[in-house]
């Protein structure tokens, strides 16, 4: 079966600028969680979301947000774009309950 | 608050060789560990739950409560297990929000 599917995989934006990174989750799998990497800062959690529902947020400010469509699928959206914003964002779905995250390739966001 | 410490950010070891890949975290309740593995050019994924205390490609891990930690051992390192190795922990019970530890690169050499 087909895995995380996120895009897209590389985008360069500039201070200021807004930005929306889609997830296609596993098929069948209604919880579709995000995830910032950095270099300093490791793996920190932005949210999660289950049957179009913001179930756990993490403590980003308010310029991260996301949603879930009766689909699954996810989006998440920066908005005025900082620096400190360049990452790895990272995709991982699961059917909804303790158990595996299955993780995307990441989309890799370089702002300018 | 949550959190997970590993304190190495590489170890190195000889093919043959144990492995010990540390992971301490504090919560006070009862929380769910897991270490997730990244090789070269792959994904982010699971190698091993510590309910269900089995052992994935040789490697086990023991949750031991008394001093909040939960080391992932290998008796014999491969080439194979160089790869970047993450604890995570999960208090919420859904497995979807993790507190990951900085991660151990693991690097085996002939």
């Known amino acids: 079966k087909a895995g995380v599917t996120q895009t897209p995989r590389y985008l360069i934006k500039t201070r200021g600028q807004q930005v929306t990174l889609s997830c296609s989750p596993i098929?069948?799998?209604?919880?579709v969680s995000w995830y910032q990497q950095t270099p300093g800062q490791g793996l920190q959690f932005l949210f999660e979301?289950?049957?179009?529902?913001?179930?756990n947020k993490g403590n980003f400010p308010g310029r991260f947000s996301g949603r879930q469509f009766s689909n699954s699928r996810s989006e998440m959206n920066v908005s005025t774009l900082e620096l400190g914003d360049s990452a790895l964002y990272l995709c991982?779905?699961?059917?909804?309950?303790?158990?595996?995250?299955?993780f995307g390739e990441g989309s890799r966001l370089t702002v300018l | 608050a949550q959190r997970v410490t590993q304190p190495e950010k590489l170890l190195s070891v000889f093919k043959g060789a144990p492995v010990e890949l540390k992971c301490n975290y504090s919560?006070?309740?009862?929380?769910?560990l897991f270490w997730y593995v990244q090789y070269s050019r792959q994904r982010l994924q699971l190698l091993l739950r510590?309910?269900s205390r089995e052992s994935i490609k040789g490697f086990t891990a023991d949750l031991n409560k008394g001093e909040t930690s939960f080391h992932l051992k290998k008796p014999f390192a491969q080439e194979e297990d160089s790869a970047m190795y993450y604890c995570a922990l999960d208090y919420t019970g859904t497995a979807s929000k993790l507190t990951f530890g900085t991660g151990t690169r693991l690097q085996v050499t002939l």
């Open positions: 979301y289950f049957s179009e529902t913001q179930r």
């Open positions: 510590h309910i």
């Open positions: 991982a779905s699961t059917a909804g309950g303790p158990g595996e995250l299955f």
């Open positions: 098929s069948g799998h209604r919880s």
């Open positions: 919560y006070s309740g009862s929380p769910e």
